[in-house]
């Protein structure tokens, strides 16, 4: 997978933080701020397109909004892309290649 941030081919908007993908989409990652961003938005498409909204990062106070159409979607799923975001988020580069295998576990 090319790294678009790296390579500065991909990067067009300096809120941008980078991108990771599933086996059906592409989800991209953008700051609140150029300077000291409390939040960060997830998207597909275009920006109006929201998946996800993590704010509070400044304050530690962190609460998770998801889109109308990601609300229902499975607790690992939604897991799997808060962790992706966040790595995209901090390290500002392309995260994953592919959302992990469903994790199943025994409770006995």
């Known amino acids: 997978m090319v790294d ?3 390579s500065g081919t991909g990067r067009t908007d300096s809120l941008e933080r980078g991108q990771f993908q ?3 989409r592409t989800y991209k990652v953008r700051a609140s701020s150029a300077d000291a961003p409390d939040s960060f ?3 597909v498409g275009q920006r109006d397109n929201i998946v996800l909204i993590v704010s509070g990062l400044n304050s530690g ?3 998770a ?3 109308p159409f990601w609300r229902a979607f499975k607790p690992d799923w939604k897991v799997w892309v808060e962790d992706s975001a966040f790595r995209v988020f ?5 995260a994953v290649a592919s959302a992990p295998p469903t994790i199943r576990s025994c409770d006995g």
């Open 4 to 6: 678009r941030n790296r």
């Open 22 to 24: 599933d086996d059906f």
């Open 41 to 43: 938005q997830v998207y």
């Open 61 to 63: 106070d962190l609460k």
């Open 65 to 67: 909004t998801w889109g």
């Open 90 to 94: 901090y390290s500002g580069r392309v």
